[in-house]
């Protein structure tokens, strides 16, 4: 029902910048609350921001908040991450998520997801 396609990823230096895309195969893309996950090797998925379906309501992690920016673009059926300052610590694989109408900071609430693209930030 819902596919979706994430892109830049990438391998930077610590205090770099890498723009992730989130295309979404969908009907009515605006139904849909989005987020972005992240899982770095050894660790469980944690959230990292959301948005919702207009694209006025956002939430971030902790960890994230004033360095990365999700945003979210209907009428191309994209969401995006704009990760500003990255650190080693934010080395993982980012996933973007789905969910019908609401978002929440829970993977497991997310029933739609793409498949992942890798980050690397070296010191």
């Known amino acids: 029902q819902v596919q979706l396609v994430e892109s830049g990823g990438g391998s930077v230096e ?3 910048s890498l723009r992730l895309s989130c295309a979404a195969s969908v009907r009515t893309f605006s139904n849909y609350g989005m987020g972005w996950f992240r899982q770095a ?7 990292v921001a959301v948005i919702n379906r207009g694209g006025f309501s ?4 902790d960890s994230v908040k004033g360095r990365f920016t999700i945003s979210r673009d209907n009428a191309k059926n994209t969401v995006y991450l704009q990760m500003n300052s990255l650190k080693p610590e934010d080395t993982a694989v980012y996933y973007c998520a789905a969910r019908g109408y609401t978002t929440t900071m829970e993977a497991d609430d997310y029933p739609y997801w793409g498949q992942g693209t890798q980050v ?3 010191s």
């Open 120 to 122: 690397t930030v070296s």
């Open 58 to 61: 956002t939430n971030y992690a």
């Open 14 to 16: 610590a205090g770099g």
């Open 41 to 47: 090797p050894g660790k469980e998925r944690e959230f």
